[in-house]
């Protein structure tokens, strides 16, 4: 197990290298974001073809995380086409001054780099796994991922029809998922990943890979997803009115007001 593992690193070192190079080339860190998902897909590939022979559960898995990467990767790519660097990286930009090439090599790329491996994980030991034939955990986890995927891809796709209207500058989307929690996008990515944790579980030690949904929860509750972009909007009434009656990111009904 520990031989494809360290290939397994040693490959998300050197794609994140590469992307850090396009970053520096490009002036415009953003390019993490995108790369973010097809960082999955080298992982998901590389443990899929490491074992010989066909295992139905090999398919799936690496199957689910190819949907969920390609879907992510052209999202944020037409999300951010001709915008240029988001705020975050250009924040930080500023502030790093010339310690900036070496702080965005470290704390963005090579950081997002050791989240990717921990939270793909799950894939790797059902990947590396010999057990054949499917389980209900198996059929468990391929329907917590669908729920996650309507939510991530409904979501983002109700923003971005939001957003491209000209009476939504400057407003808040309160409707469809929206409606039921401010961040429908990341539960519905959280989700996912519980749903290829549940898979895991199929195969001898797959428990192991709890750490994955716990990371990318964590991540985006508190890191880089519902805390980081609420911070955009402290002092907006529409925003503070919408929090009052919404929950932060499991869905659930408005609260009356």
């Not at 199957?63 to 975050?88: F, P, T």
């Not at 790797?124 to 389980?135: D, E, H, M």
């Not at 407003?171 to 929690?181: A, C, E, S, V």
């Amino acid at each position: 197990m520990m031989q494809p593992i360290l290939v397994i690193a040693l490959a998300v070192f050197f794609y994140m290298t590469a992307v850090f190079l396009i970053a520096l080339v490009k002036k415009d860190n953003s390019v993490v974001d995108i790369a973010w998902g097809p960082g999955f897909v080298v992982v998901a590939l590389l443990s899929y073809f490491w074992w010989p022979g066909f295992e139905t559960r090999h398919v799936l898995i690496t199957a689910l995380v190819l949907v969920w990467a390609a879907r992510l990767a052209l999202h944020i790519y037409l999300r951010n086409k001709g915008r240029g660097e988001d705020y975050r990286y250009a924040q930080w930009r500023r502030t790093w001054g010339r310690w900036f090439v070496l702080r965005s090599f470290f704390q963005i790329f090579m950081l997002q780099g050791s989240f990717l491996i921990l939270i793909s994980y799950p894939v790797v030991l059902a990947n590396l796994s010999a057990t054949k034939g499917l389980s209900w955990l198996d059929m468990l986890g391929t329907l917590v991922w669908l729920a996650g995927f309507f939510f991530e891809a409904i979501g983002d796709y109700q923003l971005r029809e939001f957003k491209q209207k000209a009476e939504s500058r400057g407003r808040i989307m309160i409707t469809g998922l929206w409606k039921y929690t401010r961040h429908p996008n990341y539960f519905g990515e959280a989700t996912q990943w519980w749903g290829i944790f549940l898979i895991a579980l199929s195969v001898p030690g797959g428990w192991v890979g709890l750490v994955s949904p716990i990371t990318i929860t964590f991540l985006l509750l508190r890191v880089s997803g519902v805390a980081m972009l609420e911070k955009k909007y402290a002092g907006n009434e529409e925003f503070a009115e919408y929090a009052h009656r919404t929950n932060a990111f499991f869905p659930w009904f408005p609260k009356k007001t």
